[in-house]
C-alpha cells in the first residue's frame, strides 16, 4: 500500500473529543468557599464571642519598678496575597505567602473583580469590578468599589464610564486609579469615599498602573507614547511629572518598596530580557531580579515587611501563569497559587496593632482599631495598668463579639505570627455572687491567655449591647497544657528565692501568673474541678485544693516547706483534706488589696517570697502570681 | 507593544478563551492525530493534547501565536511522556485494538524515525501544516525541515511499500 495512501488514512481516524478534559485541566475554579462566619472575620482572625452578664475592672496592675507596660506601632507585617481570577464573577482570590490557605472570597457586586488593592491598615480592599453592561457598546462598564477585607459590604465610589487600576494611599485617605479607555486614559485621585476626584494626568493618551510612594507624596505610573511604554514619576498632585526609564523596552506594573529607595517594574522587549528589575525611584541602577526566558510578568506587589514580592507570571518549568513569590534577599521565585488566568496582586498590609508587653516580657499585638489605654489609676489602688478596648463600635451590638485580629504574640524565644489563628475560646466566664470580674480565657497556639475584661456600668448585665467592653489586661499564663487545668508558667521557676514578706513592697514587683483553670470559675456551684494538687513543673512547686473550697480572704493559708504547695484549710470545716501543713503558715489576707471589693487577695510566702493569690469571691482562685523576686529586702 | 490593563485583559480573556476552544474544534483532532503518530500511543497524544489546551487556557491571551504555542507545548508534553515511558519498557509503538492496522503500520514506521524526523513528518504529512508551520513549530528553518522530510519519506517508503 502507497505511503500516501495508508498517511490519507489516517487522517480519517476517529479521534476523541478532549475539550471536556481540557476544562477538567485548567485548574481555576475548585477553590473552597470561605467557611460560615468568616464574614465577620478580618482574614485570618477569630470572633470572640462575649457574653458579658457583668464586667469590672480587674487589672493586674503593679507600679513602681515593674517593667513598663509599653503600647507601640510595630511595623507592618504581611498578611495574605490578594490577586483576581479573570472571568469569575464577583469573586477574589486570597492566598497565605506560603501557599497556604488559598480561598475565594466572594464579593456581592454585579461583575469581574479587578485589580485589588488593600487599605493600609489591610481591613479594607478596593477594587474595579466590570458589570459588562449591555448599555455599554465599550462592552463593559468598570466601576470602583471598596468592601471589607472579608468582601462584605461592597460600595461603589465611582460612576464613570470606565475607572479601574484603583489604588489605596498609603495614608488610607486617597485611592488613585486609572479613568479612560483605549488610547485616551488618565490617572485620576478621589478621597477614599469617592468624592473629590482630581485628574493628575492631563496629556491625551494612554497612562496606567498608579503606584503610591510609601510616604505618599509621589505617584508611578505608566505612559505609553504610541510605539513604547515607561515608567513616569509625579507628585501625588499630578505636578512634575518626569519620565525615569528611557529604554527600547516596555516598562510596566511599577511597585514602590516598602522602604521607597527601589520601584520594582516588569520590562519586555528592547535590549532587555524579559523579567521583573528594580530601579532607584530616579532610574538609576536598573537590575534585574526575575529573568525568565518567556516571561510574561503581569503584576507586582511588595510585601509589606519588603522581604518578597509578589507577582503575577507567567514563567518556571510549566509555563503556567500563576502567583509567585519572589525572595528579595535571594531573587528566587516561587509558584504559590494553583495556575489560572490570574490579573493583579496586592499583599495585604497588618498594621496599627496595638502591642500590649506583658511584665513577663510577652507582647501581644493588637488590631488597629483598638487603643491602648492607659489606665492612669486602677480601682484598687495598686497603680496604673492598661485597658485595650474596641474602640470602633464599643457599644454596637457587633462589638458584642470582639474581634482580635493579626494577634501575634511574641516571647523572648517564640513569635507566633497570624498564622496560629484562629484564636480559639476556651472559655468566657463570670464570676458569680456580683463579683463581676468577666475574663476570656483562649488560646493562641500551644499558649494559654487570659483576657481580664472592664466595663462601664451596665445597668442590665443582659443587656450586651450597652455594654462597654475593655479588655484590661491579656496575659499568657500557661503553654502547653499538662492536663486540663493545669498549664506550666511560661517555662520559668514557679517561685524564685526571696525574702520579702510584705505585701505592699511586693505589689511593686513583677511576677508571673499561674492560672487556675478558668473555666471551672465558670461553674460557681462547684469547686470541684479544682480538687486536687497543682504542680508548677518549673521546680516541683505545687498547689493544692481540697473540695469544699471557698476562698475567702480569712479562712485560707498556704505553705511550701518542702516547696510543695498545699491547700491548709477551708473556710468551714478547716480541714486539710489534701497534703499536710509542714512548717509555718505564712499566708497573709489583705482585704485592702481586694479588687474592687470583688476579688479576694491572698498573699502567700513561700520560702520568704510572696506570692499573692486572687480569688474571685467566694469561687476560686483566678490567678497566683509570684510578685517579688525581684525586690530588695525592705 | 502598549501595556496590558485589565479593561483589555478581562475583555480579550473572554475572547481568548473562545478563540482557543475554536481553535481545538478546527486542529485538536488533527494535533490529536499528529501526536499519535509521533508517539505511538493514544493516551500520550490525549494527554498531551488535553495538557496543552489546558495550559493554553491558564495562558490565555499572553501567548501570542496560540496554535504553534500548542503545537510545540503537545509535542514536548509528548516527548516528556514518552521519554518515561520507555524508561519504563513499554514498547514504542504502542499496540492499540482502538488503532487499525494499517494505521498502526505506519504509528510502527514512523516510530523508526528520528525524534526531529518524526516530528516533521506528522506535522507536515498528518496534521499538513505548510514546511515554513513546520520549521516555526520546531524551531528550525525549512530547509532542515525539508531534509527531514525528504529523508523521512524515503524511509518510510523502503519500509511501508516493501511491505506491499
Known amino acids: 500500500m502507497k505511503l500516501d495512501g495508508r498517511i490519507e488514512d489516517f487522517k480519517r481516524a476517529p479521534a476523541p473529543d478532549l475539550w471536556p478534559e481540557i476544562e477538567r485541566r485548567e485548574p481555576l475554579v475548585e477553590l473552597t468557599t470561605a467557611p460560615a462566619g468568616w464574614r465577620r472575620l478580618v ?39 490578594a490577586y483576581a481570577p479573570i472571568g469569575k464573577q464577583a469573586e477574589f482570590l486570597t492566598i497565605n505567602p506560603d501557599g497556604s490557605g488559598e480561598r475565594s472570597v466572594p464579593v456581592p457586586v454585579p461583575g469581574f473583580v479587578g485589580v485589588p488593592s488593600w487599605s493600609p491598615d489591610g481591613s479594607r480592599i478596593v477594587f474595579a469590578v466590570n458589570s459588562f453592561d449591555a448599555q455599554s457598546s465599550e462592552g463593559g462598564n468598570w466601576d470602583i468599589y471598596v468592601a471589607n477585607a472579608d468582601g462584605t459590604d461592597p460600595v461603589r465610589l465611582t460612576t464613570d464610564r470606565v475607572d479601574h487600576s484603583p489604588t489605596w494611599s498609603p495614608d488610607g485617605t486617597k485611592i488613585a486609579y486609572v479613568y479612560g479607555y483605549g488610547g485616551d486614559q488618565q490617572i485620576r485621585v478621589m478621597n477614599a469615599d469617592g468624592s473629590g476626584v482630581q485628574e493628575l494626568t492631563s496629556d491625551h493618551g494612554f497612562h496606567s498602573s498608579p503606584a503610591w510612594s510609601p510616604g505618599g507624596s509621589q505617584i508611578a505610573y505608566v505612559a505609553f507614547d504610541g510605539t513604547n511604554s515607561n515608567i513616569y514619576v509625579m507628585n501625588s498632585d499630578g505636578s ?26 516588569t520590562s519586555e522587549g528592547g535590549s532587555r530580557d524579559p523579567g521583573v528589575y528594580t530601579m532607584s525611584p530616579d532610574g538609576s541602577g536598573v537590575a534585574e531580579w526575575a529573568h525568565d526566558p518567556d516571561p510574561a510578568n503581569l503584576s507586582i506587589a511588595w510585601s509589606p515587611d519588603g522581604t518578597e514580592m509578589a507577582l503575577v507570571s507567567i514563567r518556571g518549568a510549566g509555563n503556567d501563569r500563576n502567583v509567585y513569590v ?110 463581676n470580674q468577666s475574663s476570656l480565657d483562649f488560646r493562641l497556639g500551644g499558649i494559654r491567655y487570659l483576657a481580664t475584661l472592664k466595663a462601664g456600668s451596665v445597668a442590665n448585665p443582659a443587656d450586651i449591647a450597652a455594654v462597654r467592653r475593655m479588655i484590661a489586661s491579656i496575659r499568657p499564663v500557661g503553654i502547653a497544657p499538662v492536663n486540663p487545668g493545669q498549664f506550666a508558667p511560661l517555662g520559668q521557676p514557679c517561685i524564685a528565692s526571696g525574702d520579702r514578706t510584705s505585701l505592699d513592697t511586693a505589689a511593686a514587683g513583677t511576677g508571673y501568673q499561674l492560672l487556675v483553670p478558668h ?20 521546680d516541683g512547686v505545687e498547689m493544692a485544693f481540697a473540695s469544699g473550697i471557698t476562698l475567702t480572704q480569712e479562712a485560707n493559708t498556704f505553705s511550701d516547706p518542702g516547696k510543695a504547695w498545699q491547700r491548709l484549710a477551708d473556710e468551714d470545716s478547716a480541714d486539710t483534706s489534701v497534703g499536710t501543713v509542714q512548717g509555718q503558715p505564712a499566708a497573709l489576707i489583705d482585704p485592702a488589696k481586694s479588687i474592687g471589693g470583688a476579688l479576694g487577695s491572698v498573699t502567700v510566702v513561700i520560702d520568704g517570697t510572696i506570692v499573692w493569690v486572687v480569688g474571685t469571691g467566694h469561687v476560686a482562685i483566678a490567678d497566683l502570681v509570684r510578685v517579688a523576686d525581684s525586690l530588695q529586702p525592705a | 507593544m502598549r501595556p496590558r490593563g485589565v479593561v483589555e485583559e478581562v475583555e480579550t480573556e473572554q475572547g481568548t478563551r473562545e478563540a482557543i476552544e475554536r481553535l481545538y474544534r478546527e486542529r485538536g483532532e488533527s ?21 496543552a489546551f489546558a495550559q ?37 509503538p504502542e499496540p492499540s485494538y482502538e488503532i487499525d492496522p494499517a494505521s498502526m503500520e505506519l504509528v ?27 520549521a516555526a513549530v520546531l524551531g528550525t528553518t525549512t530547509g532542515t525541515v525539508k531534509v527531514h522530510l525528504s529523508r523521512a519519506r524515503r524511509r518510510l517508503r523502503e519500509e511501508l511499500e516493501e511491505q506491499g
Open chain 1, 43 to 81: 482574614v485570618v482572625a477569630a470572633a470572640l464571642a462575649i457574653g458579658v452578664a457583668g464586667v469590672t475592672l480587674a487589672v493586674h496592675a503593679f507600679s513602681g519598678t515593674r517593667a513598663a507596660v509599653q503600647s507601640t506601632a510595630p511595623e507592618p507585617t504581611n498578611g495574605v496575597i
Open chain 1, 240 to 265: 512634575d511629572s518626569h519620565q525615569v526609564t528611557d529604554d527600547p523596552a516596555h516598562e510596566d506594573a511599577p511597585a514602590w518598596s516598602p522602604d521607597g529607595q527601589l520601584i520594582a517594574f
Open chain 1, 326 to 435: 519572589l525572595d528579595v534577599a535571594s531573587h528566587d521565585v516561587a509558584a504559590i497559587g494553583r495556575p489560572g488566568a490570574y490579573y493583579g496582586v496586592s499583599w495585604q498590609p497588618l498594621t496599627g496593632l496595638a502591642s500590649y508587653t506583658d511584665p513577663s516580657g510577652w507582647t501581644i499585638d493588637y488590631p488597629s482599631d483598638w487603643s491602648v489605654t492607659p489606665i492612669a489609676q486602677t480601682s484598687d489602688g495598686l497603680g496604673s495598668g492598661t485597658s485595650i478596648s474596641n474602640t470602633d463600635q464599643p457599644d454596637a451590638p457587633d462589638a458584642v463579639g470582639l474581634t482580635i485580629t493579626h494577634a501575634i504574640a511574641t516571647t523572648p524565644d517564640k513569635t507566633m505570627s497570624s498564622t496560629a489563628l484562629p484564636l480559639s475560646i476556651d472559655n468566657f466566664g463570670t464570676s458569680p455572687g456580683g463579683s
Open chain 1, 519 to 538: 473555666d471551672s470559675m465558670a461553674d460557681a456551684a462547684s469547686s470541684d474541678s479544682l480538687i486536687g494538687v497543682w504542680r508548677c513543673p518549673g
Open chain 2, 31 to 51: 494535533m490529536w492525530r499528529a501526536i499519535l503518530g509521533y508517539s505511538g500511543s493514544r493516551d500520550v497524544a490525549s494527554d498531551a493534547v488535553a495538557e
Open chain 2, 56 to 92: 493554553l487556557l491558564r495562558r490565555g491571551d499572553a501567548v501570542r501565536d496560540p496554535e504553534r504555542w500548542a503545537w510545540r507545548a503537545a509535542f514536548r508534553i509528548a516527548a516528556g511522556n514518552l521519554k518515561e515511558r520507555r524508561k519504563e519498557g513499554a514498547p514504542f
Open chain 2, 108 to 134: 510502527s514506521a514512523i516510530a523508526n524515525l528520528s525524534d526531529r524526523q518524526r516530528s516533521a513528518v506528522v506535522l507536515h504529512y498528518i496534521a499538513d501544516k505548510p514546511v515554513a508551520d513546520v
